[in-house]
């Protein structure tokens, strides 16, 4: 049973680390590491699961009956996909959150919005807005 | 070509999407979006009809049949979201020109169809599919649009709203994809329909028990049920206006159609509901939730906050339906879902007329705007009314229908905490009356001027809809009722499989 | 047979506690440049354990995204945000909580899973079977995942385009800067004189970058009979231009490859793929139905991948540029606003 398992259990593992990661860390590269983390290890159980005794990788060849599942293999390429285009998203927002706050740690940015809470002037952040800003300085 | 509506449902937006990039010109841009979002409705349309007189529809993707391919399977619970997805989306998209002139700057109004399109295509995807894991990329496209789209508005705090949004989107996408995939071990389909009828072979394994733990703890992610709805106000109060208006029609829809779908269609009613103590911990947590939201909207400053917790508050009233799981809890829950995209996304468009005219949507600043924008602010009001549940409107109509499941078993107390709750949402409503109405205009909006008509068509529309709705009930109930006795009746049949088995 | 078998779960048993040993490095470290390239150490070593469980196709996915491209974007990022985590204040009794919570829930819901590799397990006895005994009589193609995501599930793989396509739109949207003509020339020449400290690099990989795109290829072509694919190959060729620009500098890249023109190639690849679904259509089919493409089924199952795949690839490699550019054009951009943006934040803090 626990080889039988192994894998599951250190899928679970890995996943509650990158869980803590996004929950736990302040600094919002870090919590994009920790989405990584946590995605990765789900491809990690879906590709686990699709493991057969005997098998071999699922492309046809002479006298071998045996291929582990394909399926898997195709919605976690999918999935993958997937992981690296949120990541994209997720950096392209820190980039811009460090423009607008000059900070990527959760607890400076939290600070800063609820000092600016009751002011109803908009903090304006486009870059266009910078450059008229530049002009005045 | 009638046969394919299916599948054009979803391709006609999703084809746009790229075409919108290669047409460039703004103004040729909207007004494209605008007729593939109409040709959308019209399909729609079509399909609640076939499906109304016909019954299911299945379409094979590739020819493949089901187990081996993807399917659509469309049924009268998401022909009906279908409908309402698009018809909002049309309709808000009247006014989207105007508003994002104000809002957004030159050179990302493309961009902003764009991901708008990608973003109903998204949404369409997850309702129309029979699949499990399509499910999945479908809701990441609509997911990824929609961080992008929340980013785009004006101050700052979008910013930090659509990294949050991000980061619970994609915990609760991944919480749905781990429960995918535990469903998929035990059975190894993904087809929802053959999902729930193998699932019930190992309905007694803890794994399949993760499973649906996972999945719905995810959709409520998605869905901003209390108390995971920590996202959702500054995402709705920062996000372009025309992009709220928008979501707050439809997205947590399409998370409760998920949710429903979900229990009822792929788990069964006997599992989530007899084996698991679910109903009284959905009931206590909608219950909690039209507490807490709707009193945190009464300390609101930014309407635009207001109403984004009039809608976690008004999520906990579908969520009380689907608790009670009989034929008539869930068809309130349907109405209340019509009719919550019809009072909100005429509010939020409203609001979007505000913003357009004085920049801001404090409530500070509503001094007076009752003499100055007299018809917009008529539509708050009779929006305002629809969400207390006033008769002839829509949300008499839900809420009536929520109070005879809830009184059909014989439920008494919570019966009167749901009207208690109205009295909250009277609260919220009345403190922008106050300000827009009875104070003296403020010197700084001497200038303001009546919305421009391109915002007035559309808020009016779905007034007129909220009223219509709310006296000729034929429509809505009947889709509704049709849907979830339709619903049931698969639930049913799923006892009788393991009453066999056993 | 026994010996082999128990290398390979010695194997397994190496890599995933090298898996687990990476994570909580990177919960302790705090200087963000390690944690990076940790993170994509991790992507290559659970690519490593992807090949050991005999999934190829997404070891090498996995490789050129987690590894490669998701790693290179983060250090770009940091460049621009700094490199070092600050401590938080607050105990994480929190995050501790959900994290037993959930986890618990998980390591309760293994006990009644089948065990790793077990022959009668649900997975391997319905819906697979068709797919391994038939899919060579039905789609024709020797490598089952390309037959399963190009043919039985190309919808989904559609889907997955167009993830990518939205990521590509949604970066565009958040970090395109509108550039003024007059900017270029001051740059050209600070990269002018920046790159003859990199003679020898940019030689060797100017010979490199044919050979890299001819790989693209290859994988682009060899998907129907070994690992590759589409993505993998659009990956693979955005790389190339990436060491490009790395060497030869952003505004020499923007002479080369025009923005506009990428943005239309990675829209042209979407609208390829569904234009093959479309042409099914309209010959009767269902939608993706490659059959009808041809008279010969097999045939049209042939021709069906190889256009789907070739959408892919557009999209992937002109996305995968876009993003490149826009993160390193915003980097531009900041330093060319630099005092404004320190000003920012000192106001900020000010306050």
């Given at each position: 049973m626990i080889m039988g398992l192994f894998n599951d259990w250190v899928v679970v593992v890995l996943m509650m680390i990158g869980l803590y990661i996004i929950i736990a860390h302040g600094n919002l590269i870090k919590k994009i590491v920790g989405l990584t983390i946590f995605q990765t290890s789900v491809f990690i159980f879906y590709i686990s699961m699709a493991k057969i005794d005997g098998g071999t990788a699922p492309i046809l060849v002479d006298g071998v009956t045996q291929y582990s599942n394909p399926l898997p293999h195709v919605l976690i390429l999918t999935a993958i996909v997937v992981g690296i285009a949120t990541t994209a998203v997720a950096l392209a927002l820190i980039v811009r959150i460090k423009e607008a706050y000059g900070t990527i740690e959760e607890e400076e940015i939290q600070e800063q919005d609820s000092q600016h809470k009751d002011s109803h002037k908009l903090n304006i952040h486009n870059s266009s807005e910078i450059n008229r800003d530049k002009k005045e300085c | 070509m009638l046969v394919h509506l299916p599948v054009l449902q979803v391709i006609v937006p999703l084809m746009a999407a790229p075409l919108c990039l290669i047409l460039k010109r703004v103004q040729l841009v909207w007004l494209f979006t605008l007729l593939v979002s109409g040709i959308a409705f019209l399909i729609s349309v079509l399909l609640l009809q076939q499906v109304m007189s016909s019954g299911t529809i299945i379409y094979e993707l590739g020819g493949w049949e089901a187990p081996w391919g993807i399917e659509y399977r469309i049924d009268k619970l998401n022909a009906f979201l279908l409908l309402i997805i698009t018809g909002i989306s049309t309709v808000v998209l009247f006014a989207a020109q105007t508003s994002i002139e104000k809002e957004i700057s030159q050179d990302k109004h493309t961009v902003f169809y764009v991901l708008y399109l990608l973003s109903l295509t998204g949404m369409l995807g997850i309702v129309a599919t029979g699949d499990a894991f399509n499910v999945f990329v479908f809701l990441e496209i609509s997911s990824l649009s929609a961080y992008a789209l929340i980013a785009l508005g004006k101050d700052r705090r979008a910013l930090w709203a659509a990294y949050q949004y991000l980061i619970m989107g994609t915990i609760g996408a991944t919480f749905i994809l781990i429960g995918i995939g535990l469903m998929y071990q035990m059975t190894g389909t993904l087809n929802m329909e053959d999902l729930s009828q193998r699932l019930p072979e190992v309905a007694q394994t803890r794994t399949v028990f993760t499973a649906y733990a996972f999945v719905i703890v995810g959709i409520c992610l998605k869905l901003a049920m209390f108390p995971l709805h920590l996202w959702l106000p500054n995402a709705y109060a920062y996000a372009p206006s025309i992009v709220t208006a928008f979501f707050a029609a439809t997205a947590t829809k399409v998370a409760i159609y998920l949710l429903i779908r979900f229990t009822?269609?792929?788990?069964g009613l006997s599992f989530s509901f007899t084996t698991l103590p679910l109903q009284i911990i959905f009931m206590a947590l909608g219950m909690l939730g039209i507490f807490v939201a709707s009193t945190t909207a009464i300390y609101q400053t930014n309407v635009k906050h207001l109403f984004a917790y009039s809608s976690i508050a008004q999520i906990g009233y579908m969520i009380v339906g689907f608790s009670i799981s009989s034929v008539a809890g869930l068809t309130a829950t349907l109405l209340h879902l019509f009719n919550h995209a019809l009072m909100k996304s005429a509010l939020f468009l409203a609001l979007g007329a505000v913003m357009y005219r004085i920049g801001s949507v404090q409530l500070s600043q509503f001094q007076g705007l009752g003499r100055q924008m007299p018809l917009t602010m008529a539509a708050i009001v009779i929006g305002g009314l629809s969400l207390i549940g006033v008769p002839l409107t829509v949300g008499f109509v839900s809420k009536w229908y929520l109070l005879m499941a809830l009184i059909e078993n014989g439920w008494w107390p919570l019966a009167v905490l749901v009207l208690l709750g109205s009295l909250l949402a009277i609260v919220y409503v009345w403190r922008i009356v106050e300000m827009a109405y009875f104070k003296p205009s403020l010197a700084t909006h001497a200038n303001v001027k009546e919305a421009p008509i391109s915002f007035l068509i559309p808020i009016w529309i779905l007034v007129f809809a909220n009223i219509y709705f709310g006296i000729d009930t034929r429509l809505g109930v009947q889709v509704a009722q049709a849907a979830s006795e339709s619903l049931f009746a698969v639930s049913v049949s799923d006892i009788t499989i393991i009453e066999d088995s056993l | 047979m026994k010996r082999g078998e128990l290398i390979e779960s010695l194997i397994n048993i190496v890599l995933l506690s090298l898996l687990v040993g990476i994570a909580i490095a990177i919960v302790c470290m705090k200087d963000l440049f390690a944690v990076v390239m940790l993170a994509g150490i991790y992507g290559l070593i659970s690519a490593s354990f992807f090949v050991v469980m005999d999934a190829v196709d997404v070891a090498f996915t996995e490789a050129s995204v987690g590894a490669g491209i998701s790693t290179l974007l983060m250090l770009v990022v940091i460049t621009m945000t700094g490199r070092t985590e600050h401590p938080t204040r607050h105990k994480p009794l929190l995050a501790i909580f959900v994290v037993v919570v959930t986890g618990g829930l998980l390591i309760y819901g293994t006990f009644d899973m089948p065990y790793l590799g077990a022959i009668d397990a649900p997975i391997h006895t319905h819906v697979a079977p068709r797919y391994i005994n038939e899919s060579m009589q039905e789609v024709g193609v020797p490598n089952i995942v390309t037959a399963v995501l190009a043919s039985y599930r190309a919808f989904d793989t559609f889907g997955e385009v167009v993830v990518i396509f939205t990521a590509g739109i949604g970066v565009l949207a958040l970090l395109s800067v509108v550039r003024r003509r007059d900017e270029d020339s001051v740059i050209d020449s600070i990269n002018d004189s920046m790159h003859e400290q990199h003679l020898i690099l940019r030689i060797v990989s100017k010979m490199m970058i044919p050979f890299i795109m001819l790989f693209a290829l290859y994988v682009q072509f060899h998907g129907d009979y070994g690992p590759g694919g589409g993505f993998q190959a659009g990956v693979i060729f955005a790389s190339a231009i990436i060491l490009y620009v790395l060497l030869f500098g952003l505004s020499t890249a923007r002479k080369v490859i025009n923005q506009t023109l990428i943005q239309l190639i990675a829209a042209f690849g979407v609208l390829f793929y569904g234009c093959v679904g479309l042409v099914s259509l309209l010959n009767g089919g269902n939608f993706f139905d490659y059959n009808v493409l041809s008279s010969d089924p097999i045939a049209g199952q042939h021709l069906g991948i190889l256009l789907i795949e070739w959408g892919v690839g557009c999209t992937v490699a002109s996305v995968m540029i876009i993003i490149f550019f826009n993160f390193a054009g915003r980097k531009e951009f900041q330093q060319r606003n630099g005092n404004l943006i320190d000003n920012i934040s000192k106001k900020n803090k000010g306050i």
């Open positions: - | 009822f269609s792929v788990f | -």
